[in-house]
């Protein structure tokens, strides 16, 4: 599954950098399809190939904001080799909204 499409980069280029927003906008959910991971993301680099969001991958007060590459995302295999997916369904909201929407364990930005 490609991870990035041109509609998302088109996003992320809107937005920028959300780095001093209370509530940004989470742009595009990635997730695992055979056990823990999920990641919210609010921001990409394209010259980095990096993103910026909300990794919940164990749940339980180990939620976190962070960076992660695509370049991880792209090369993980989980069960039965799948690798990870972007939710088709999810379209972009602010934080507070998937803080609602998810139940995260989330302490802020």
Same mark, same amino acid.
């Not at 680099?45 to 969001?53: A, L, N, P, V």
């Given at each position: 599954m490609k991870l990035l499409t041109e509609e998302t980069l088109s996003l992320f280029r809107e937005l920028g950098c959300q780095s001093e927003s209370d509530d940004p906008t989470v742009v595009c959910k990635f997730f695992n399809p055979t056990g823990a991971g999920t990641w919210f993301v609010t921001e990409y680099?394209?010259?980095?190939?990096? %993103? %910026?969001?909300y990794v919940s991958i164990f749940g339980d007060h180990c939620d976190e904001w962070g960076a992660f590459s695509l370049e991880e995302l792209e090369s993980f295999r989980g069960k039965f080799g799948l690798s990870i997916e972007r939710d088709l369904y999810f379209k972009p909201m602010k934080f507070s909204e998937v803080n609602k929407l998810y139940k995260l364990n989330s302490y802020g930005k």
């Open positions: 680099d394209e010259e980095s190939k990096i %993103f %910026f969001g």
